[in-house]
Structures are given as C-alpha cells and as structure tokens.
C-alpha cells in the first residue's frame, strides 16, 4: 500500500506532540513514561499525558543509551555512565578512570550493566563486582544473551563471547570487517551484528555457521526482533527488511520479505512486544506502523521535518513514542 493511496488508515490525529527542543538519538519507555535521550547533556521524560521533565545526566555528547524498563542508562563524551529512573533521579554508576568516551552500554535483565571505552570492555553486577576484558580493537557493540550472563563484544574481525562470571577463555567468532551493533536471537541461537558495510553478518551460535546477510544500498543502524524472533526487522532501505529466523537454519538460503516500501530510507524499526507488527521510521520523517501479515500500513506521522531517529514501544505495547533528529517527538497511545 502507497502513502498516495486514500484508503491508508491515518491515526496522526490521536498523537500527543512532544517539543523536545533538541535532537534525540534514542526513545525507552519506563513503564508508561517515555525517555527521550538527546544528542547532549539530557534525557527528557515525557508522561502519556505529555508533561515534560528535562533531567541532566551529562557535560556534553550522549554517545549511547540502553535501557531494562526500570532505568535508563547513558554513556557520555565526559566519560561517564549515568542512569535515570521513571521519577527523574540521576546516579552516576562508573566513571572511566582515564575520561574517555563511554560509547557502548547494554544492560541484563538481572541488573548487571556492561559499557565500553576505547578496546575495553566493563561488566558490574547487580551486587556492584566489576571486571573488564580488553577487545581486539575498539569496541563496536556490546548485547547480552538472553539467558545467562554471557556479554557479545563486536570489534574489527569479529565478535567475542564472554562469560565474565566464569573463568574460561573467551570465544571468538571471526568475520573479516568492522562489527558494529550487535544483537541475540530471543531464543537464543543465533548471533548478528551490523557491519560497517552495508550487510549483517550472523552466525548460528550452535556450530558457528556463518550467516551472510547481504544487498543492502545502505548501512544498517538498526535492528528489531519481531514477537517470538520470528524475523529480525532493520532498517538500511527504501522498506523495512524482515529475515526470517523461526527455522533451525535462520535466514540462510532464504530471502527476506520487504514491508512499507517508500521514497525515502527506513531509518529506524522498532516490533511490537506481542503481536506481529511493527513500526518503522523514514528518513523523510514518515512513521508507520505495519502488519507482518500482509503489509498494511497505518500513518502515524507524515513525511515532514526532520529524519526519523528514534521509535519503542511501551512493554505492554500500548502505546509507541517517536522522535526526529530536528527535536520533533510524539507518543501514540493504542
């Protein structure tokens, strides 16, 4: 279905606008608040009824967010980690001894926080233990596995997999190129990173099979796995690219679908928490939420302003907040 066609269901009316006076570079929901992390100094928390609090976390850039729906955690220029919570407090967690940028954060649903400065990779649990694991280079991306608390590093070459609570040697799974964001299968099987390329590069965690994810006309920047894991949505295109990933093979010798095509690139995707729908970004300022099924589309934001930078859902998925790089923001309840 085409934008020019009448018959598009609109729900552009039913959004709260959020002025947000500042680009945003990334969206999580604390329960039903929204956190709008900006580009600098701040993270801007937005009620379903669309009152705004700025909340200071940092003395300049914000490289980084991640969050578990309790707090938001940021990684800043100044070379420190902060996390907010829904009620707006603010507590420095680290402090890199050498202020570098912190430009990697991820976070496991035990409490345990893991960032990057430079080749160095951090781990502190929830009962404050911190240890550290030196990369191969500069550290590209940083995710936990979904059971476990096993952290994947992506650097140039490749990804390593480390279990910082246990003695073993780490394990590497190689692939020549720069791995940037990277990214665990729900359920646990396989692994996949964006490259610096225009590709993903996965592997099936199993026996290490390579998974080569190839024809993007752009670089990937963001990923999304749909209800169940079903399929990894990104962005990298004129539509939102879904893999297939419900076999034991994944994706490999199979093309994937292409959903919402439009003249513009999809910039960021985010899927529904429960049901097989996602919400896709544009780089002329479109938002779109999209059915798996069969691609019907519903428009949530126009194509104005500036590119879309940011889109979550809440963890009930009942409502979607967005935001664009020129400071426009707006939270759509369902």
């Not at 994947?152 to 940037?180: D, Q, R």
């Not at 295109?237 to 999809?266: N, R, T, Y």
């Amino acid at each position: 279905m085409s934008l020019n066609e009448p018959s598009i269901v609109s729900v552009t009316d039913r959004v709260t606008r959020v002025a947000l006076d500042a680009p945003a570079t990334a969206v999580h929901f604390l329960g039903d608040t929204a956190a709008f992390v900006g580009a600098e100094e701040r993270v801007t928390l937005v009620t379903a009824e669309g009152a705004t609090t700025p909340v200071a976390v940092h003395g300049g850039g914000i490289l980084c967010a991640a969050s578990d729906g309790k707090r938001v955690v940021a990684g800043g220029d100044d070379g420190k980690l902060v996390a907010v919570d829904a009620g707006g407090k603010a507590e420095t967690l680290a402090t890199d001894a050498k202020r570098r940028w912190i430009d990697n954060v991820a976070l496991h649903a035990d409490g345990t926080v893991a960032w990057s400065a430079g080749k160095t990779a951090f781990v502190r649990t929830a009962k404050g233990e911190e240890k550290s694991l030196d990369a191969p280079s500069t550290v590209g991306g940083l995710a936990f596995a979904p059971k476990g608390v096993r952290l994947a590093i992506a650097h140039y070459n490749g990804v390593t997999l480390w279990f910082p609570n246990m003695g073993a040697k780490p394990e590497v799974l190689e692939w020549k190129g720069s791995h940037l964001g990277v990214t665990f299968s729900p359920d646990n099987r396989f692994l996949v990173t964006t490259m610096h390329e225009a590709a993903l590069h996965g592997w099936r965690l199993s026996d290490s099979r390579h998974m080569r994810m190839t024809g993007y006309p752009a670089r990937v920047r963001s990923m999304s796995w749909s209800a169940g894991g079903r399929f990894l949505a990104t962005s990298g295109s004129d539509s939102v690219i879904l893999w297939p990933f419900s076999s034991k093979d994944g994706p490999m010798g199979k093309e994937p679908a292409m959903l919402a095509p439009l003249p513009a690139k999809a910039t960021v995707v985010a899927c529904h928490p429960k049901d097989d729908v996602l919400a896709a970004g544009y780089g002329n300022g479109t938002v779109l939420m999209v059915r798996i099924a069969d691609g019907a589309e519903v428009l949530v934001r126009r194509n104005e302003g500036g590119a879309v930078a940011a889109l979550a859902w809440n963890a009930k998925g009942s409502a979607l907040a967005f935001a664009t790089e020129d400071g426009d923001a707006g939270l759509l309840p369902l």
